[in-house]
């Protein structure tokens, strides 16, 4: 009912600002409550006539109208259908006695007595001899039945002229005894109006309980599984009731039946309490506590039956009940033209037609019990409410369905709208990495070109200019393989390190002790701490360019310009305090040089330069280099960073 | 000066190299060192060197005129067991010598490298040792890195098993990569010195692809051979 609730506020716009405007508010309800109520009054006619039409014919060539009624000791003659006055005893019961005339020729077939309607219980007897009694059938002892009895008369009991037949009718309060007209001919003439009524008024009833039944259970477990709802729950306990009351077997005097059966026959006004409580919440209002007073004369026949067990059950409904059902149908019509002229919705108009058509059938009911109307005391209350209930039923479920299937497109809409958004999301992510992609190639690019002029350029260009001077051998030697080192270094520091300088350092050992080995110099490797220099996830491949370039230099400057025999690199560990930083130092034996105040080499323009350089380099990676030198040799400390920049420091 | 095997004979190098002055530098430094050396230009012409009888060892460039190295090292694997086999490399990239390595070579030697050092590398290799570099060896344990955290993607570059590799060849190749020396990886690890090159050899063995079909999936993999 959620989605019905949901609605209503949507399509009522006029509820908010009618306050302020009455009159079109007036106006819109005229406008929608005229057209529902003629509709209902052209329902109340088609009802009307629909009954009468429905009325089932009977054989009225074989009908006994004329008996005479012994009663109380008194005896007159009376023309069925006849009413006699309620009594609670079942003692001396009423007495119609008639006859009739039998022809042996006339029939093949056997001939039976056939009584269309009759409350509470006949007995009937031809010519003395009992052929039925309808307290022993069950569905017959209900006076909101109906229920036909045909019985056939043995032919040995009929004799060729006048028969007498007897009609013994019980009465149980406070209904009044009522007897319709008698039939009594060939099996074969009264046999399909008998199978008519039985169809109508006890086969019927019982596919509308079963139906019910069903319904009960498939309404019981919806609201199991839907706590929230409880217009489910509701329903099903007003059919789970109705369909006690249609299976309990009902008393009938004398015999002893339980009161709680002869008590669950008054079920009437707590079942159509419930049904108003179900048109509250199924409309989407919340159920007033004072509603709960709609319960209350239900419950006290109830309780009154259980104490005082039968006939009270009985009268208390007939004073009680029957008013509580007509009150509980009023409101439900209330209700449902409530919804009607605010909703305007198929379900409410539904309803609506439905409840009108049972209240119709209860006012003719009504009529027909305190005899206003002679219809020959058929109630169709019970009829029209089961099938009204059956129909709810049929249409929640309905409801349901179509709700699932409401549910099913919303999750394919969902399922589609989600692999819409991940298509979009995996495309702009698609778009983005390649974006992301195209940067990180062209810094490369940018970084490895940088490289190239720095190292690789300058030197191809040194060797160009050496050949075209004319030198020969050694300076041109010198720089070709100055430039095959570079180009090396370059390729080896695009290699994934997984930021562990040390597997760069691992090379650079390699292609320095080649480079020291013609000239006999030493190189003493030190390595302080097994893991060498702290793990940089942060490493990239341009700050091992520049650190391994620095070392390149410090040792190139060893062997050109210092003529060292001997060369340490140390690589050490330090932390004083603020996490883990390397440090590696060149030292050489050689004969060093002299600094200038400002940290520059004064004596060599060449060494001079290759010195900047180093501090340029260093200073990019954040690292901090130092250099002493004096007269027994050289060393250039460097200073690792704890984090290495990710931006080139003095790129530019 | 005549460098001589365990038997006495001399040492034969079949050396193929298409740069003409590469080729020169490169045998007279084995040369001077004593070795005999036949050179070769191109993949046929080493061919047909072979016809004479098997070098001890075999220097080879990867890019020939008529085809690629790695063929030449596979024909001769297969053919000449015994024969120790190098690349020449200009620059050592571990694309290349990996892949040579991979189909049986056994370390590499650079064009540009001293006359000296040249002749140290052959006779080691003659010697039995197997030179393994810094580089070569950390892109090695780069692999083993990589195969144990995930193999969802293969890694860029030649496909490398190092599956076979045990923990203690992997800590040795770790301190190749990070320049220890032998001496210094044995005293770290616990070993005595003189075990290293056999740890060494083993890794060369282990990396090596061993059936012909393998080794045909591998170049097909290397995208050396087309199908």
């Known amino acids: 009912m959620s989605e019905v609730a949901a609605k209503s506020p949507a399509e009522t716009p006029a509820e908010a600002p009618a306050e302020a405007q009455p009159r079109p508010r007036r106006r819109l309800i005229a406008s929608r409550l005229v057209p529902y109520l003629l509709l209902q009054a052209l329902i109340v006619i088609a009802t009307v006539l629909g009954l009468r039409l429905l009325q089932p014919s009977d054989p009225d060539d074989f009908a006994l109208s004329g008996f005479s009624l012994r009663q109380d000791g008194v005896t007159l003659p009376v023309t069925l259908p006849h009413f006699t006055a309620s009594r609670y005893s079942v003692d001396d019961p009423p007495l119609y006695t008639g006859s009739f005339t039998f022809r042996r020729g006339e029939a093949a077939s056997g001939w039976s007595v056939y009584l269309p309607r009759f409350s509470n219980a006949v007995e009937v007897a031809v010519d003395g001899v009992v052929v039925l009694d309808s307290r022993r059938d069950a569905n017959a002892n209900r006076p909101d039945r109906n229920t036909p009895q045909i019985a056939a008369i043995p032919a040995s009991l009929l004799r060729e002229g006048a028969n007498e037949i007897t009609v013994r009718l019980f009465v149980w309060g406070p209904l009044k005894g009522f007897l319709d007209t008698v039939y009594v001919g060939p099996d074969a003439a009264l046999r399909p109006a008998y199978e008519t009524r039985t169809l109508l008024f006890v086969t019927l009833p019982v596919v509308f309980s079963a139906w019910q039944s069903i319904l009960a259970v498939i309404l019981a477990i919806m609201w199991l599984m839907r706590r929230r709802e409880p217009v489910y729950g509701v329903l099903a306990v007003a059919m789970v009731l109705g369909v006690v009351q249609a299976y309990v077997p009902p008393p009938v005097p004398p015999a002893a039946t339980s009161r709680l059966a002869s008590v669950l026959l008054a079920s009437a006004p707590i079942e159509s309490a419930l049904v108003v409580m179900f048109g509250v919440l199924f409309f989407g209002w919340r159920w007033p506590r004072y509603g709960m007073l709609l319960f209350v004369p239900g419950l006290v026949v109830f309780v009154v039956g259980l104490i005082g067990g039968p006939p009270l059950p009985r009268i208390l409904f007939l004073v009680l009940g029957i008013p509580t059902v007509g009150l509980c149908l009023l409101l439900m019509a209330w209700v449902t033209a409530t919804a009607v002229v605010r909703r305007q919705d198929a379900a409410s108009f539904t309803i609506g037609c439905a409840v009108t058509i049972v209240l119709v059938c209860w006012i003719r009911d009504m009529l027909t019990v305190i005899e206003i109307v002679n219809t020959d005391r058929i109630f169709v209350s019970r009829l029209s409410y089961s099938a009204m209930l059956v129909a709810i039923g049929a249409g929640l479920t309905w409801r349901f369905a179509r709700a699932l299937n409401q549910v099913d497109n919303f999750a394919d809409q969902l399922v589609t709208r989600v692999r819409e958004a991940e298509e979009r999301l995996k495309a702009s992510f698609a778009r983005e990495e390649e974006r992301a992609r195209a940067a990180a190639l062209a810094n490369e690019r940018t970084r490895l070109m940088r490289d190239l002029h720095d190292g690789l350029g300058g030197q191809l260009v040194s060797i160009v200019a050496l050949s075209e001077r004319g030198h020969e051998g050694a300076s041109i030697t010198d720089a070709a393989r100055a430039a095959l080192k570079d180009l090396r270094l370059v390729i080896d520091s695009m290699d994934d390190i997984g930021g562990d300088l040390m597997l760069a350092l691992g090379s650079w050992r390699e292609r320095a002790s080649a480079q020291l080995r013609p000239h006999d110099i030493t190189l003493d490797w030190r390595v302080a701490t097994p893991q060498g220099v702290p793990l940089h996830p942060e490493l990239r491949p341009w700050h091992v360019v520049q650190i391994v370039r620095i070392l390149d230099e410090a040792v190139t400057n060893a062997v050109k310009h210092a003529q060292a025999r001997r060369i340490a690199v140390t690589i050490d560990t330090f932390d004083a305090g603020q996490g883990p930083y390397g440090v590696i130092s060149v030292t050489d034996d050689g004969r060093g040089f002299a600094i200038a105040g400002n940290g520059e080499a004064g004596r060599n323009g060449q060494t001079a330069r290759g010195l900047r350089n180093m501090r340029n380099r260093a200073a990019r990676c954040g690292a901090v280099l130092d250099l002493s030198s004096d007269g027994s040799g050289t060393r250039v400390r460097l200073q690792l960073p704890q984090r290495f920049p990710d931006s080139d420091m003095a790129a530019g | ?227």
């Not at chain 2, 320049?179 to 083993?202: D, M, R, W």
Request: with cysteine; hydrophobic share 40%; glycine share 8%.
């Open chain 2, 1 to 227: 000066m005549t460098e001589q095997g365990e038997t006495g004979e001399t040492i034969t190098i079949l050396l193929v190299e298409d740069d003409a002055p590469t080729c020169w530098r490169l045998q007279d430094a084995l040369v001077k060192a004593g070795y005999e050396v036949r050179s070769a230009g191109t993949l046929g012409e080493a061919r047909a060197a072979l016809a004479a009888g098997a070098p001890r060892v075999l220097l080879t460039d990867l890019r020939l005129p008529d085809g690629h190295g790695i063929e030449l090292i596979r024909e001769m694997r297969q053919r000449f067991p015994d024969t120790e086999i190098m690349v020449i490399s200009a620059l050592g990239d571990e694309e290349s010598v990996i892949s040579a390595i991979t189909v049986g070579a056994t370390g590499y030697l650079l064009k540009d490298a001293f006359p000296t050092d040249i002749a140290t590398t052959v006779r080691d290799l003659v010697a039995g040792h197997s030179p393994i570099s810094a580089s070569i060896a950390r892109f090695i344990v780069r692999r083993t890195q990589g195969a144990a955290q995930s193999s969802a993607e293969p890694p860029p570059g030649p496909v490398l098993n190092t599956a076979r590799l045990t923990p203690r060849e992997i800590d040795i190749l770790w301190g190749i990569a990070k320049g220890f020396s032998y001496a210094e990886i044995a005293s770290h690890l616990g070993l005595s010195k003189q075990t290293v090159p056999g740890h060494i050899k083993n890794i060369y063995r282990k990396l090596e692809v061993h059936t012909r079909s393998e080794a045909v999936f591998e170049a097909v993999q290397q995208g050396l051979i087309k199908l």
